[in-house]
């Protein structure tokens, strides 16, 4: 039950503010400590992708529309930057077997950029966004987002909203929108990566019975929430989320050093 609870809610959230739900799931899980992390990032993976197809099914008819000509190629860049990403995590993580020390980087490079994250949500308002034109430099982008989202293990939902808000001058909504459509290829072949690669046998997948139900009901609920809120609605919950994060990872970085 604790893990349908933690897939729904992180999944209703992530639907609503464009956060994907990784970026919750995955501090979440390493606050219980029940699963080592190449287990945290399919667990989440999963969940998350689950989350966005059920999110692009109800959002399909919506007045919120994908932005397909810029959200298609920074998928694109997602994708390959993933694959590095997950690559590198996998040779500091498995190979060197050092999973505490990967711990505290994938901790404190998440809490240092969602500090920067939720600065700009504050200043957002202040910030001229600009309106990124050129291909190969969307594709760069998407291929940094995929990087960090993969080595993160977060599905890099809050960095999306934040990038298509400052270099493609969508609003809160749209970007929302925007980055579920992102995440949803980010995370499919991150698990097809695995599908194809060491497989799934080494991991313990029992939880994805419960959080898998949980990601697809949030991701109805909150696309419905979504479609329904404003701009500034969705502003607040993107924040008051995000804060709670960067507080839960904070801790996660005291207590796998100290305790």
Do not use: C, H, R
Not at 40 to 60: E, P
Not at 101 to 114: D, Y
Request: aromatic share 10%.
């Amino acid at each position: 039950m604790l893990y349908f609870i933690i897939g729904l809610l992180a999944s209703t959230l992530g639907a609503i503010a464009g956060l994907g739900g990784g970026v919750i799931i995955k501090p979440v899980l390493d606050f219980f400590g029940d699963f080592d992390l190449p287990t945290i990032g399919v667990l989440s993976a999963a969940t998350v992708l689950a989350m966005a197809t059920m999110s692009l099914i109800k959002l399909k008819n919506k007045e919120v529309q994908v932005d397909k000509a810029v959200s298609s190629i920074l998928a694109g860049g997602s994708i390959l930057g993933g694959v590095v990403g997950k690559s590198i995590f996998n040779v500091i993580a498995v190979s060197m077997n050092i999973p505490t020390i990967t711990a505290i980087i994938q901790s404190s490079v998440l809490a240092a950029l969602l500090t920067l994250v939720f600065i700009y949500f504050l200043k957002k308002d202040k910030v001229k966004s600009l309106a990124f034109k050129n291909k190969a430099g969307i594709f760069s982008i998407g291929l940094a987002l995929g990087f960090l989202s993969a080595f993160l293990g977060i599905g890099g939902g809050p960095l999306n909203v934040t990038v298509l808000i400052l270099l493609f001058a969508m609003n809160t909504k749209s970007a929302a929108v925007n980055s579920i459509f992102i995440i949803f290829f980010s995370q499919l072949s991150a698990l097809l990566l695995i599908a194809f690669t060491t497989g799934y046998a080494e991991y313990d997948l029992s939880m994805l019975l419960y959080m898998i139900p949980g990601g697809i009901l949030g991701g109805i609920i909150g696309s419905n929430f979504s479609v329904k809120l404003t701009d500034n609605q969705i502003d607040k919950i993107f924040s008051v989320t995000i804060l709670v994060i960067i507080f839960i990872n904070l801790y996660n970085i005291v207590e796998v050093t100290f305790l």
